[in-house]
């Protein structure tokens, strides 16, 4: 198959090379129309500033204006403008995850994920930290393909960067307000010279408050508990700038950001109750039904009651306490010329971060099964986390240019999860706000793990055949050291020693690029990506873990990319497009412990554990581009198409319990199956027409159309939801200096479920719904 997609994308190569130079030839004598060319972003992916046309790397950026014209304020917004990439916070939004071309994390409650998230170059770790939504942000770049050698930290399907605008000598203020049907937000920055010439700042500040825009239908609820999706966050930031000469300059950049996020709107169905009606799996004693589901989660959460009950057939939830966050992030930075070829560059990072969720379903107030008791889940953690970069880099103007650097972090994470039981029918309000108090509450996790990282890294590059032709190399060589301590595990055992890991990783990336034009770029890459190991500590429920079990090795992948990039009609035109094979090895996957013995009652749940034992492949094509056919009117589109699946030594837990009833006492095979939590194809389209109104003033009308198909939600491919598309639109006046538009989101009102969460053991599926209509006005100003 591999040679298959390189042999396909050889000729998707030579096709654009071949298009390419005609259309070059067409208009070499002619230079680009500035009235009518589109506009170069810039990025900093790859630690320099460049334009994405020139970079051998599928990157996907949005800036600052975009931004505000789409209304994007978070991941979820991102994942929506950019194919092949999938945000996910569920219900109570404390685990998020980013899932990149198809390589989707099993363990959402793992302290890394599959895609490295970072502000400035400066490491999130944590679910709870990579939304961090309101900032002063540039451009938000997404980097697809494995980072490893340029990022290192888990970047293992690619990288998102929150880019924030520096502090400079010119005097610039910007201010923003919306209000909408559904909640209101503001923000401003000023910034400018402190010492003329010598010392610069800048401030930030932003909040938002939002309703949701699904009723919670729970009788008697008020407040804002009447809503689901509710938020306020807040966020603010100072930067400073020192350039004391031409050759050294400093920067400081502290930001701080709080969120307050209420439940997303959602369903519940659980095969214990019997007011909830599910189709397949063993029968359960309680009910006399089928305790499981299978098939595609409906948007109508009706179809699944049984009719026993007084539950309403909308959706509808406890009132409980939010999700609360907070997070500290300081970067500090030096730029040093030595001389006309050799610069140092240093980089130092702090992240603090703390966050807690405490949820019950909708069960807790319609209840006719008679249950004295059900049970409030609790998640929390803390983590900090210190970095130090520093690099020498060469570059004299020639041919050979490239850097070596040294690279440490130590991160500190705490984490808990368990539950308590409360009495049905009343407010679950939070007990405590020290995340990790576990007062009153059933343990099932708790841990406290130190991550020691040393890394070297090394690239360069060398261009030849008059800077037409470039051959690029960059390499890392970092050790991974982990001391977990399995806090629930010793308490029980103090004589448990702590346990270790230490891990070595190479990941190299090779690239080949050639210019057939000035602007028509080919490439072709092949890079590797490493994934941190993990611990499930000694005891799983009530099964003792063997010492193998207590650890999973790191994963691997290798991915290799060939693409091409390219300007055409006068820079009227940009077509990038790219094919990529994965080969994904030590997958991590859900198992059974070697100690458990298989129950004989059926409908008992086994407990599992998590190993690096499967292989899987990702392969697919990805398009994208811009067109401005006439000055007025500018169209952008993009695109994703990946397979991505299961292979050889795979496997899934057999929860449907499909071997004669009961649970079967092996592992069920996923191999062929997709998969789970991203959809194959996904593409996003938009349209803006902008023309001269009056005086200084210009019109614009816009719109998008996102689309992406079906999904599965777990790795035996029984459970999915639909694909949905979604279309956008604003209206606005321009002048430069002020801007007004009037948005809407969701503009058609389609009813789709953007995610589910399955907890299989408990027989319980949570499908939550993305927003209704929404719509406003913005108001905003650059001076």
């Given at each position: 198959?591999?040679?298959?997609?390189?042999?396909?994308?050889?000729?998707?190569?030579?096709?654009?090379?071949?298009?390419?130079?005609?259309?070059?030839?067409?208009?070499?004598?002619?230079?680009?129309?500035?009235?009518?060319?589109?506009?170069?972003?810039?990025?900093?992916?790859?630690?320099?500033?460049?334009?994405?046309?020139?970079?051998?790397?599928?990157?996907?950026?949005?800036?600052?204006?975009?931004?505000?014209?789409?209304?994007?304020?978070?991941?979820?917004?991102?994942?929506?403008?950019?194919?092949?990439?999938?945000?996910?916070?569920?219900?109570?939004?404390?685990?998020?995850?980013?899932?990149?071309?198809?390589?989707?994390?099993?363990?959402?409650?793992?302290?890394?994920?599959?895609?490295?998230?970072?502000?400035?170059?400066?490491?999130?770790?944590?679910?709870?930290?990579?939304?961090?939504?309101?900032?002063?942000?540039?451009?938000?770049?997404?980097?697809?393909?494995?980072?490893?050698?340029?990022?290192?930290?888990?970047?293992?399907?690619?990288?998102?960067?929150?880019?924030?605008?520096?502090?400079?000598?010119?005097?610039?203020?910007?201010?923003?307000?919306?209000?909408?049907?559904?909640?209101?937000?503001?923000?401003?920055?000023?910034?400018?010279?402190?010492?003329?010439?010598?010392?610069?700042?800048?401030?930030?500040?932003?909040?938002?408050?939002?309703?949701?825009?699904?009723?919670?239908?729970?009788?008697?609820?008020?407040?804002?508990?009447?809503?689901?999706?509710?938020?306020?966050?807040?966020?603010?930031?100072?930067?400073?700038?020192?350039?004391?000469?031409?050759?050294?300059?400093?920067?400081?950049?502290?930001?701080?950001?709080?969120?307050?996020?209420?439940?997303?709107?959602?369903?519940?169905?659980?095969?214990?109750?019997?007011?909830?009606?599910?189709?397949?799996?063993?029968?359960?004693?309680?009910?006399?039904?089928?305790?499981?589901?299978?098939?595609?989660?409906?948007?109508?959460?009706?179809?699944?009651?049984?009719?026993?009950?007084?539950?309403?057939?909308?959706?509808?939830?406890?009132?409980?306490?939010?999700?609360?966050?907070?997070?500290?992030?300081?970067?500090?930075?030096?730029?040093?010329?030595?001389?006309?070829?050799?610069?140092?560059?240093?980089?130092?990072?702090?992240?603090?971060?703390?966050?807690?969720?405490?949820?019950?379903?909708?069960?807790?107030?319609?209840?006719?099964?008679?249950?004295?008791?059900?049970?409030?889940?609790?998640?929390?953690?803390?983590?900090?986390?210190?970095?130090?970069?520093?690099?020498?880099?060469?570059?004299?103007?020639?041919?050979?240019?490239?850097?070596?650097?040294?690279?440490?972090?130590?991160?500190?994470?705490r984490f808990v999860f368990g539950n308590r039981t409360v009495t049905p029918g009343r407010l679950l309000l939070r007990t405590t706000t020290d995340p990790i108090d576990m007062t009153g509450r059933n343990t099932f996790t708790n841990s406290d793990a130190t991550y020691d990282i040393e890394a070297v890294f090394a690239r360069g590059s060398f261009s030849f055949l008059d800077d037409r032709a470039k051959l690029s190399a960059e390499a890392r060589f970092s050790t991974t050291d982990i001391v977990y301590n399995d806090i629930l595990g010793r308490t029980a055992v103090p004589s448990r020693p702590l346990l270790t890991s230490s891990t070595d990783a190479f990941t190299p990336r090779a690239t080949l690029e050639f210019k057939l034009a000035p602007d028509n770029l080919i490439y072709a890459s092949a890079a590797r990506g490493v994934k941190a190991g993990g611990f499930?500590?000694?005891?799983?429920?009530?099964?003792?873990?063997?010492?193998?079990?207590?650890?999973?090795?790191?994963?691997?992948?290798?991915?290799?990319?060939?693409?091409?990039?390219?300007?055409?009609?006068?820079?009227?035109?940009?077509?990038?497009?790219?094919?990529?094979?994965?080969?994904?090895?030590?997958?991590?996957?859900?198992?059974?412990?070697?100690?458990?013995?298989?129950?004989?009652?059926?409908?008992?749940?086994?407990?599992?554990?998590?190993?690096?034992?499967?292989?899987?492949?990702?392969?697919?094509?990805?398009?994208?581009?811009?067109?401005?056919?006439?000055?007025?009117?500018?169209?952008?589109?993009?695109?994703?198409?990946?397979?991505?699946?299961?292979?050889?030594?795979?496997?899934?837990?057999?929860?449907?319990?499909?071997?004669?009833?009961?649970?079967?006492?092996?592992?069920?095979?996923?191999?062929?199956?997709?998969?789970?939590?991203?959809?194959?194809?996904?593409?996003?389209?938009?349209?803006?027409?902008?023309?001269?109104?009056?005086?200084?003033?210009?019109?614009?009308?816009?719109?998008?159309?996102?689309?992406?198909?079906?999904?599965?939600?777990?790795?035996?491919?029984?459970?999915?939801?639909?694909?949905?598309?979604?279309?956008?639109?604003?209206?606005?006046?321009?002048?430069?200096?002020?801007?007004?538009?009037?948005?809407?989101?969701?503009?058609?009102?389609?009813?789709?479920?953007?995610?589910?969460?399955?907890?299989?053991?408990?027989?319980?599926?949570?499908?939550?719904?993305?927003?209704?209509?929404?719509?406003?006005?913005?108001?905003?100003?650059?001076?």
């Open positions: 198959m591999r040679y298959v997609i390189l042999s396909s994308v050889s000729v998707l190569a030579l096709a654009f090379g071949a298009f390419s130079s005609s259309a070059s030839a067409q208009t070499a004598a002619s230079e680009p129309d500035a009235a009518a060319s589109l506009d170069d972003v810039v990025v900093t992916a790859r630690r320099s500033s460049e334009r994405v046309q020139s970079i051998p790397l599928t990157i996907n950026a949005q800036t600052s204006e975009q931004l505000e014209a789409r209304g994007i304020t978070d991941l979820q917004g991102i994942s929506r403008y950019t194919p092949g990439l999938q945000f996910k916070d569920y219900v109570t939004t404390f685990n998020g995850s980013a899932t990149i071309r198809g390589l989707a994390q099993t363990n959402i409650q793992n302290a890394v994920g599959n895609v490295g998230t970072f502000i400035d170059g400066i490491y999130l770790q944590r679910g709870y930290l990579v939304n961090t939504s309101l900032g002063d942000w540039a451009r938000i770049e997404v980097v697809k393909g494995p980072q490893s050698a340029l990022y290192g930290a888990n970047t293992f399907s690619g990288a998102i960067n929150y880019v924030t605008h520096e502090a400079d000598d010119v005097l610039t203020a910007n201010a923003s307000a919306t209000i909408g049907d559904a909640g209101s937000s503001i923000s401003a920055a000023l910034g400018g010279p402190i010492i003329e010439g010598i010392l610069a700042g800048r401030v930030f500040i932003a909040k938002s408050e939002y309703d949701g825009t699904w009723d919670n239908n729970l009788p008697g609820v008020t407040g804002i508990s009447s809503k689901f999706g509710a938020s306020e966050r807040d966020a603010y930031s100072v930067a400073l700038k020192l350039t004391p000469n031409t050759s050294f300059d400093a920067s400081l950049y502290y930001t701080e950001v709080n969120r307050t996020e209420y439940l997303r709107p959602y369903y519940q169905i659980d095969g214990v109750f019997v007011e909830d009606k599910l189709n397949c799996g063993p029968i359960s004693a309680a009910t006399g039904r089928p305790s499981m589901f299978c098939g595609t989660f409906s948007t109508d959460p009706s179809v699944y009651r049984s009719g026993v009950g007084n539950r309403p057939a909308d959706l509808f939830s406890a009132e409980q306490s939010p999700a609360i966050s907070e997070t500290q992030l300081l970067r500090g930075a030096a730029n040093w010329q030595l001389n006309d070829a050799f610069s140092i560059h240093y980089l130092y990072g702090f992240v603090r971060g703390e966050a807690q969720e405490d949820f019950s379903f909708a069960s807790n107030n319609f209840n006719p099964t008679g249950r004295a008791t059900i049970t409030q889940q609790h998640e929390g953690g803390r983590l900090e986390y210190i970095s130090h970069d520093i690099r020498l880099a060469y570059d004299n103007g020639g041919a050979f240019k490239g850097d070596i650097g040294y690279f440490n972090s130590t991160t500190e994470d499930n500590g000694y005891v799983v429920s009530t099964t003792v873990l063997t010492l193998a079990e207590q650890t999973w090795d790191p994963e691997s992948n290798w991915t290799y990319e060939i693409g091409s990039k390219n300007s055409f009609l006068d820079r009227r035109l940009t077509l990038n497009a790219g094919l990529f094979y994965v080969d994904w090895t030590d997958k991590q996957a859900r198992a059974r412990p070697v100690n458990y013995t298989a129950p004989i009652t059926p409908g008992v749940t086994p407990p599992s554990i998590y190993r690096a034992v499967g292989n899987a492949t990702a392969y697919g094509v990805e398009v994208d581009g811009q067109f401005r056919p006439i000055p007025e009117l500018q169209l952008t589109f993009s695109a994703n198409y990946t397979k991505s699946e299961y292979q050889e030594g795979s496997f899934g837990l057999d929860y449907l319990g499909l071997c004669n009833g009961i649970f079967c006492p092996l592992d069920a095979s996923v191999q062929g199956n997709q998969i789970e939590g991203a959809p194959s194809f996904s593409s996003a389209f938009g349209a803006e027409w902008r023309n001269h109104l009056t005086g200084d003033w210009d019109y614009y009308v816009g719109g998008d159309v996102t689309y992406q198909n079906k999904q599965y939600q777990d790795a035996m491919n029984l459970i999915s939801i639909d694909g949905y598309a979604l279309v956008d639109g604003r209206v606005g006046i321009d002048n430069g200096t002020w801007r007004a538009f009037v948005w809407a989101k969701n503009l058609l009102d389609e009813t789709y479920i953007q995610n589910a969460f399955g907890t299989l053991s408990l027989r319980q599926y949570s499908p939550s719904f993305g927003e209704k209509r929404t719509v406003g006005l913005t108001v905003s100003a650059s001076f």
